[in-house]
């Protein structure tokens, strides 16, 4: 079982920063992939970002690739997301995800999800 709690959420200006963290409760934390989802009022929960137990693999959406970064400390049982360059569209409910596969990333079925953080970007 694996409890994920997000972090760093907020209120932010087109064009600033924010950064994301999930913590991560359970022994087996590092043998997961890791990765993000958001999704904005009226639409479906779309894919942002992932990376393997090892972080030797990363994938990212077209639109946020150049713009996030995707990280996570198994030490720490924590995985953040560093979100530059802000965009409106990048307004959105984030969600931290865990799963045994990295297929998720294309299926959306991630094995646990946390709460979601909300990241609010005006322009």
């Known amino acids: 079982q694996v409890q994920l709690v997000e972090s760093g959420g907020g209120l932010v200006q087109a064009g600033g920063s924010l950064k994301l963290s999930c913590a991560a409760s359970?022994?087996?934390?590092?043998?997961?992939?890791m990765g993000w989802a958001r999704q904005a009022p009226g639409k479906e929960r779309e894919f942002v970002a992932a990376?393997?137990?090892?972080?030797?693999?990363?994938y990212y959406a077209g639109s946020v690739k150049g713009r996030f970064t995707i990280s996570r400390d198994n030490a720490k049982n924590t995985v953040y997301l560093q979100m530059n360059s802000l965009k409106p569209e990048d307004s959105a409910v984030y969600y931290c995800?865990?799963?045994?596969?990295?297929?998720?990333?294309?299926?959306?079925?991630?094995?646990?999800w946390g709460q979601g953080t909300q990241v609010t970007v005006s322009s």
């Open positions: 995800a865990a799963a045994a596969k990295m297929e998720w990333a294309t299926t959306g079925l991630a094995d646990y």
């Open positions: 359970g022994r087996t934390f590092s043998s997961y992939t």
């Open positions: 990376m393997s137990w090892n972080g030797s693999t990363k």
